[in-house]
T-cell receptor
Framework: DAGVIQSPRHEVTEMGQEVTLRCKPI?????LFWYRQTMMRGLELLIY????????DSGMPEDRFSAKMPNASFSTLKIQPSEPRDSAVYFC??????????????FGDGTRLSIL | AQSVTQPDIHITVSEGASLELRCNYS??????LFWYVQSPGQGLQLLLK??????LVQGIKGFEAEFKRSQSSFNLRKPSVHWSDAAEYFC?????????????FGKGTKLSVKP
């Protein structure tokens, strides 16, 4: 079975550029989560979707960040304009059902983002 | 405040030795508890979870964890560590009846294995 697929695996870009991270959840999973991982702050939930609808975006750092889920098999996380402090590993995860606590998340391998 | 604490940032054990990784939580309601493992360059993989019932739960890769309500702990154990267990381990807690979106992750414990 294919797991959660994220692209690109690595992204290096200059400050001010737009960055788009992509995620394909596991087929049949109705919930999708975006995380950011840094050494300083650990793993932070940015936003999650149920049935393509954003449920909680309180973790999105600021207006420069936006996320969409146009259909059940695709989501994007966009940063515009990017800043060096956005450098991190970004993970996408998906789970069955409506994201209930008893449905564990399955993580992708992440996108390592470096903003110069 | 709800929180998860993994007191050990980095642990080194010899291959074949036993392992215990600590996790303490502060949670007002009945918790759901998880352990995840992250190998270098990869995402988190679920090792085991505890919802209710037997307080000793078995997971994949020979890991187990014990829920101790009186100590607010959910420590991860393995009787004999293999070199391939070198990774970072994350404990997470969430609310009974709640959402995965409410999950709180610890800061992680990095495990190194000596030959």
């Amino acid at each position: 079975d294919a797991g959660v697929i994220q692209s690109p695996r690595h992204e290096v870009t200059e400050m001010g550029q737009e960055v788009t991270l992509r995620c394909k959840p596991i087929s049949g999973h109705n919930s999708l989560f975006w995380y950011r991982q840094t050494m300083m702050r650990g793993l932070e939930l940015l936003i999650y979707f149920n049935n393509n609808v954003p449920i909680d975006d309180s973790g999105m750092p600021e207006d420069r960040f936006s996320a969409k889920m146009p259909n059940a098999s695709f989501s994007t996380l966009k940063i515009q304009p990017s800043e060096p402090r956005d450098s991190a590993v970004y993970f996408c995860a998906s789970s069955l059902g409506q994201g209930q606590i008893n449905q564990p998340q399955h993580f992708g391998d992440g996108t390592r983002l470096s903003i110069l | 405040a709800q929180s998860v604490t993994q007191p050990d940032i980095h642990i080194t054990v010899s291959e074949g030795a036993s392992l215990e990784l600590r996790c303490n939580y502060s949670y007002g309601a009945t918790p759901y508890l998880f352990w995840y493992v992250q190998s270098p360059g990869q995402g988190l993989q679920l090792l085991l979870k505890y919802f209710s019932g037997d307080t000793l739960v078995q997971g994949i890769k020979g890991f187990e964890a014990e829920f101790k309500r009186s100590q607010s702990s959910f420590n991860l154990r393995k009787p004999s560590v293999h070199w391939s267990d070198a990774a970072e381990y994350f404990c997470a807690v969430g609310p009974y009846g709640g959402s995965q979106g409410n999950l709180i992750f610890g800061k992680g414990t990095k495990l190194s294995v000596k030959p």
